[in-house]
């Protein structure tokens, strides 16, 4: 292999879950010319997101290949374009799902350039004729806009995830204005719940609803943050019923009764999805229409969304609880395995800079 190659983990068609085959390969690319406007950045950490499983199954229909995931990564920047000024070699960076957009749209210039129309992907998008790869890589080229500079005070292992699940879940306490005077519900508690139960109680919000289906993970939840837990197989207790203003859904799924989440949140309140399910959601219009009940939802966050968020997260100690895994193939293997298990707690992290070559018979 020449020096010229970016080395990666990855897949050439979907995961065959249902012959066990749900493991990634060496491939070897070469990137695209570093652009006037990019920064090269050395991956050190990288968390392993649900969107990864979705992508790698080819779940959401949507997959490019070869896929190469990771879309929360951090490492020092090790090489800058001619025009980019406020990034030097060195500095120690983060990239969102969102790699390049636009700068000149209505979105871009109004801190919305995560829904630039003309916006690329960290991961599984195409980009002057080529797939965009992601942090599951050794090295990643991104438009220097979309280079987040971390604070000192959070480790690249611990920050990573907070580059998709944290902001993913920082945006609605942004959008509704939550703060001490709001109720707020959480469903779900994984990857991006557990940092939602966190937001809320660092927003100081009087009351905290954890949303889990069973009791099992009750004494998490409120040391990450709840104030009071529901377990949807128990039944929802009648203290609990329209109780919440806002009420924001991590994690959905076939069995999930829209009905039974609606009836916890107050009139004139919120339903904000940010889980992405496979499969359509169904909501009867009865459940929220007589009630004034709103159903929203974000998508990630803005490079100055992240810049505010990494503010606020290294201003009240707002972290992930991880499980790192090392950057060899079969420890990047196990980590998947480990959050497709239902294991993993909360996120797992890919630790270490470089990536096996591709081996060519």
């Excluded at 803005?302 to 009240?316: G, V």
């Amino acid at each position: 292999m020449t020096g010229d190659l970016f080395n990666a983990y990855g897949v050439r068609q979907a995961f065959n879950v249902a012959e066990g085959k749900t493991c990634l390969e060496r491939i070897s690319f070469k990137p695209l010319p570093l652009a006037d406007d990019e920064v090269e950045i050395l991956v050190s950490a990288c968390g392993i997101c649900g969107s990864d499983v979705h992508q790698l199954t080819n779940g959401w229909k949507s997959a490019i290949y070869p896929l190469v995931p990771g879309h929360e990564f951090i490492g020092p920047v090790t090489a800058v374009g001619a025009n980019v000024t406020d990034i030097k070699v060195g500095d120690r960076v983060g990239v969102s799902p969102i790699r390049r957009s636009c700068g000149t749209c209505e979105e871009c210039t109004t801190s919305n350039g995560q829904l630039c129309s003309a916006k690329v992907l960290t991961y599984n998008s195409m980009y002057k004729g080529q797939p965009t790869a992601g942090g599951y890589t050794d090295k990643v080229r991104v438009q220097a806009a979309w280079a987040i500079k971390i604070p000192e005070n959070i480790s690249s292992k611990e920050g990573a995830p907070l580059l998709c699940a944290g902001i993913t879940t920082y945006l609605p306490f942004k959008h509704h204005n939550i703060s001490e005077n709001t109720s707020v519900g959480i469903v779900g508690i994984g990857g991006l719940g557990h940092l939602a139960l966190q937001w809320a109680r660092a927003k100081k919000c009087k009351k905290v609803l954890a949303i889990s289906t069973s009791a099992r993970k009750r004494d998490e939840a409120f040391q990450l943050g709840a104030t009071d837990f529901v377990a949807l197989n128990d039944g929802v207790p009648a203290e609990h019923l329209a109780s919440v203003d806002v009420l924001i859904v991590t994690g959905s799924g076939k069995s999930t009764s829209y009905e039974v989440l609606l009836s916890m949140i107050k009139n004139h309140g919120w339903l904000h999805h940010l889980d992405l399910p496979e499969q359509p959601i169904s909501i009867f219009g009865r459940h929220f229409i007589g009630r004034h009940i709103k159903i929203t939802g974000t998508f990630v966050g803005s490079n100055d969304d992240l810049k505010e968020m990494l503010r606020f997260a290294s201003e009240t100690g707002v972290r992930p609880w991880i499980n790192d895994v090392g950057n060899s193939l079969d420890e990047v293997n196990r980590g998947l395995n480990l959050l497709m298990s239902g294991e993993a707690r909360y996120r797992v992290v890919i630790c270490g800079e470089g990536r096996e070559e591709e081996r060519l018979s």
